[in-house]
């Protein structure tokens, strides 16, 4: 899946879209993105000058927009978001700079009427950089 398709399913924009590229779906099971982080990203040029590291933040939110599209291509998933209501077991163990190409793997643990949980896993390089379980709610996106 390609941006054009992955905007299809996630409302995100720049400069917070931080998926560029599904490599693996399967809806309601897991999904495999990829972030190629460049020195262009707006949080660089505060996170840390001289020192640039992808805030910890913004690497569980691209875990989180990888898991969005697992739910989101399902078509009755149509018109609602997931919104993060709880991170657990979030463990950083190596920083992600620009050049890096992260890749997000996601398992949807379970859903129950319209709360979920998942599990994920960003690395480069076939290295953990980080990894969590976060607990979503389902909601109607407002339209703006």
């Known amino acids: 899946m390609n941006i054009t398709e992955i905007m299809k399913y996630l409302p995100h924009r720049y400069p917070m879209l931080l998926v560029d590229r599904i490599v693996e779906v399967v809806p309601n099971e897991r999904c495999v993105g990829l972030k190629n982080v ?82 994920g896993t960003a690395t480069v390089e076939g290295e953990v950089a980080a990894s969590m379980e976060l607990t979503f709610k389902l909601s109607r996106m407002k339209s703006a």
Do not use: C
């Not at 707006?42 to 992808?54: E, T, V």
């Not at 989180?64 to 599209?69: I, L, P, S």
């Open 38 to 119: 460049t020195i262009n990203e707006a949080f660089f040029q505060g996170h840390y000058p001289g020192s640039p590291i992808m805030p910890g933040v913004l690497i569980i939110e691209a875990i989180a927009q990888a898991g969005a599209v697992i739910l989101l291509t399902d078509p009755q998933y149509e018109g609602l978001v997931p919104v993060i209501g709880a991170i657990s077991e979030a463990k950083f163990r190596r920083p992600v700079v620009p050049g890096d190409q992260m890749r997000t793997e996601v398992e949807l643990l379970w859903i129950k009427n319209s709360v979920g949980k998942i599990k």
